[in-house]
C-alpha cells in the first residue's frame, strides 16, 4: 500500500525558513515531487526530485529560495524552503511519480499518488 505523509509545515514570518518532509512507503525509489495549492487557485509545480537524485526541476517562483532532497535510506523527500514570502502560502502535497521517465515530470497529472498535504503559511 502507497502511503505519504508530510509533515513540517507551520507559521512564519516572511524571510523565514521551514522543512518539510514527505514520508514515503510502500513503493521502491521513485520520482518526487513537491506541488502546492492556495485557495483559489491551480495546483502549482514546486520541485521534483529523480530517482537517483540527480535531476531536480524547480518551479520559476521558487528557484534560489527552495531545495529539494532525499534520503533513499529512509525513502523520504525534503523541501527546504528559505526566504519565504506570503505568497508562498499554501497547503503542500507531495506526490510520487511510478513510471520511470527520461525526463522527471512537472505536472501534476503525471504523478500517481498524494498525501493529504502540509500547511504553510506566510506572514507579511
Known amino acids: 500500500q502507497v502511503q505519504l505523509v508530510e509533515s513540517g509545515g507551520g507559521f512564519v514570518q516572511a524571510g523565514g525558513s521551514l522543512r518539510l518532509s514527505c514520508a514515503a512507503s510502500?513503493?521502491?525509489?521513485?520520482?518526487m515531487g513537491w506541488f502546492r495549492q492556495a485557495p483559489g487557485k491551480e495546483r502549482e509545480f514546486v520541485a521534483a526530485?529523480?530517482?537517483?537524485?540527480?535531476?531536480?526541476p524547480y518551479g520559476e517562483s521558487v528557484k534560489g529560495r527552495f531545495t529539494i532532497s532525499r534520503d533513499s535510506a529512509k525513502n523520504t523527500v525534503y523541501l527546504q524552503m528559505n526566504s519565504l514570502k506570503p505568497e508562498d502560502t499554501a497547503l503542500y502535497y507531495c506526490?510520487?511519480?511510478?513510471?520511470?521517465?527520461?525526463?522527471?515530470?512537472?505536472?501534476?497529472?503525471?504523478?500517481?499518488?498524494w498525501g493529504q498535504g502540509t500547511q504553510v503559511t506566510v506572514s507579511s
Open positions: 506526490a510520487v511519480d511510478v513510471l520511470h521517465r527520461a525526463v522527471v515530470a512537472v505536472m501534476a497529472y503525471e504523478y500517481d499518488y
Open positions: 510502500g513503493f521502491e525509489t521513485y520520482a
Open positions: 526530485i529523480s530517482w537517483s537524485g540527480n535531476e531536480t
